[in-house]
Structures are given as structure tokens and as C-alpha cells.
């Protein structure tokens, strides 16, 4: 116990640095995630092409590798990011290409009578987006995105790999030099309570898009 | 009075409506009727601005008119659509008032005000907070009739009204919109449905194939 108590500060601060990428990751993705998928079902041909290359190549390649790349491969060519930033910049591409993939799914299944229905209305463009489809589309979505979001709390761990201390690399670290394997079961623990949080909400989530079908 | 003069129509190739003329007078009932693929619903589609015409001109009041491009010019066409198109998302109350708060730029009180009346003269007092799925067809179409109603329009379309009703309900069909007609709403209504037809249009318009 007393070791436990030892240990458990620079876990926490591991588990703040996870919970920090798996923060911004989903703040920034989900709104990029949508314009890129209304980028998708564009009627402008050369936007959908390039949204296109973009998703292929973020699905198309190891997280890890792409982390590599940000930290230290652009350097090479005078991209010079930070530990943390070159984690964000990473994640929040590679996050973005899966939501837009999986928001574009959710767009196509909107009924086109749904906009004429607006348009006759006269809303505009934007007010059918917003009232309308986009909340119809959400509902679609969430048991997706959920699944991408109890994805990224494990992703983040990946970062480690350039040198920021989240939470694996915290236990890993007093594995190492304890001889114990009681860091590394602690760490299984916090990831487990994490997801059960992301999980609890996300259930929440969809209980309140049950109010209607 | 709205006017259709020598409107065309063409889909990648084929003619839906040639030199295709009809007035439909203010306050009165107009059927458009005619067999399945003849371009009944194109027609419509065309009225209420979802489908640009190759040529021709509608005329409303004296006065041409682009019902495609008449976002903001008075709203003119009100449509009730076969499969109704309510918005799921939103209650009955919130689908009926959304428009008039966002484009008619009523306050929440005046539009709520305003679909009460509407709520309470098509019968669907006490459904106010339901969501679509929770509603019958016959309340459904009353829905979407009462939110098209809410936007004042000056016609008011219906696509196939009778089609997606039990063959019962076809009578409460023809009881409100006659009884619109009583409050001078000027309505065209398509259908496949000759005795329907007969029964509510003061004139009957019939669209025919085209042959090529």
C-alpha cells in the first residue's frame, strides 16, 4: 500500500497527459470530422478528391507511424513541432479522417425528402443543417463514434513513442526500475476507470437521442 | 391566380411536361390527376420550386414568378408530401413553429400562438409534444398540413394525399381540405385517384405521358 501511494502521483500525472490528448483529440475531430465529411459528399469534385487521399491515407497508415512522422520526420524538412503538440497535430488528423468517414455514413442516410421538406419551408442551407440534419445525424453516429472515442483513450498511449510521459509510460517507467508488476496492473486500473467514464457518458449520450426515432 | 404557361419539362433526354399550360384559380380546389409516370408529381415538384423547368413561366397574380428561386420574395407554395417529411427530431409543436421563428422571424409566443390555432382546428389538440413516431398517418399528414399552413403560404400543395392513408381515412382527407377551402385556401392536390378527385376539385387538370 505504501508503495502504492509511492507510485500513484506520477501515474496520475501520466493519466493527465492521456486524459489531456484524448481531450482535445475529440474536441477538435468531431467538428473537423463533419466538415470534412460535408467535404466528402461536396458537389465540388476536386475538394471531394483530396478529402478523399486524406482519409485513405490517415485509415491507410499505422497511428505510430504517423506519430514517427509528425515528431521526428518533418523536423527533417524544418517542421519543427514539440513533444505535445506533434501528439495533437497527429491525433487530431488522424481522429478527424475516422469521424469524417463515419459522419459521412450518417449524412448519407438522412432521407433527401428531409431537405426538400426544408427547403419548401424556406429554410436556408445552414438552419437545415443545424436544426434538422445534423441532430438526426448525431444520432446516427454515436454508437460509432463512441467505439472511435474508447479507441482513442488506449490510442493515446501510443504517444509514448516520442517521448511524452502519459500514462503507460509512467507505469512502464516504474516497472522497469521497481521490479514490480504492480505499476503496470495500475495502469490496466485507471485505463479501465477511464473507459468506464467515456462509456457512462456515451450511454447518457444515447439515452438522450432515444427521445425520438 | 397562379398561371402555368408552356412549361417544359425534361429529364436527361425525356420530355416529362411540353408546352404544358393550367391556371389555378384563388380560393378553389384544383386536381391534377393522370396515370402513374405521366409527370403528376414533376408538375408539383416544379410549382413548389424543387425542380427547375427548361421553359415556360408562372404567373401569379399577374405578376411572373421563379418558384425555384423565391427565397425571398413572399412565401407563395406550401406543400404536404406523400411521405410527409416530418423532421423526427422535433416535436410536433417545434415542427410546425421552427419555420415561421426562423423565416418568418416570429417571436417563439407568436408562432406558438398562431400553431395552437392551427393545432387545435386540424384535431390534434393534446399532441403537441409527441414526436413524429409517436403519431398515426392520419396525424401525421395533419401535421405536416398544419406546418405548412403555419408559413401562410397562398397555395398549398398536396402530393398523393390519400396514398399512404388507411382507405378510411380518405373521407377525413377530403373533410379538411374542404374545409380549408372554406377558409379560402387555394389548393392543388395531385392524385391517381379519380373519385377522390371528383369529390373535393372544383376543376380537374389531367397530365398525360408524353409519347415519344
Known sequence: MHYVSEILPSLLSGAWMTIKIFFWTLIASIPLGILASLGLTSRIAPLRWILKFYVWLMRGTPLLLQLIFVFYGLPIIGVIFQRYDAALFAFILNYTAYFAEIFRGGFQAIDQGQYESARVLRLTRGQTLRKIVIPQVIKIVVPSIGNETINLIKDSSLVYVIGLGDLLRAGNVATARDVTLLPLVLVGVIYLLMTAVATFVLRKVEQHYQAWR | ?212
Not at chain 2, 181 to 202: C, G, P
Open chain 2, 1 to 212: 391566380m397562379l398561371e402555368l404557361k408552356n412549361i417544359k419539362k425534361q429529364f436527361g433526354g425525356r420530355t416529362i411536361l411540353d408546352n404544358f399550360n393550367m391556371q389555378v384559380p384563388d380560393d378553389q380546389i384544383t386536381a391534377i390527376v393522370g396515370p402513374s409516370g405521366a409527370g403528376k408529381t414533376t408538375l408539383l415538384r416544379c410549382i413548389s420550386g424543387l425542380e427547375k423547368t427548361n421553359s415556360g413561366s408562372f404567373i401569379l397574380d399577374g405578376k411572373t414568378f421563379d418558384p425555384a428561386n423565391n427565397r425571398d420574395n413572399d412565401n407563395v407554395i406550401g406543400v404536404v408530401f406523400q411521405d410527409f417529411q416530418l423532421f423526427p427530431n422535433l416535436t410536433v409543436l417545434d415542427n410546425i413553429t421552427l419555420a415561421p421563428q426562423l423565416v418568418l422571424k416570429q417571436s417563439k409566443t407568436e408562432a406558438e400562438k398562431r400553431a395552437q390555432e392551427l393545432i387545435d382546428q386540424l384535431n390534434l389538440t393534446g399532441k403537441e409534444s409527441l414526436y413524429p413516431y409517436q403519431l398515426s398517418g392520419g396525424q401525421k399528414q395533419r401535421v405536416a398540413i398544419v406546418r405548412a399552413l403555419a408559413m401562410n403560404p397562398k397555395i398549398l400543395c398536396y402530393d398523393e394525399p390519400t396514398s399512404a392513408l388507411d382507405p378510411d381515412l380518405r373521407q377525413t382527407v377530403e373533410n379538411i381540405i374542404l374545409g380549408l377551402k372554406k377558409d379560402n385556401m387555394t389548393q392543388i392536390v395531385v392524385t391517381h385517384d379519380m373519385q377522390f378527385a371528383e369529390n373535393i376539385a372544383d376543376q380537374i387538370v389531367r397530365v398525360e405521358p408524353i409519347k415519344a
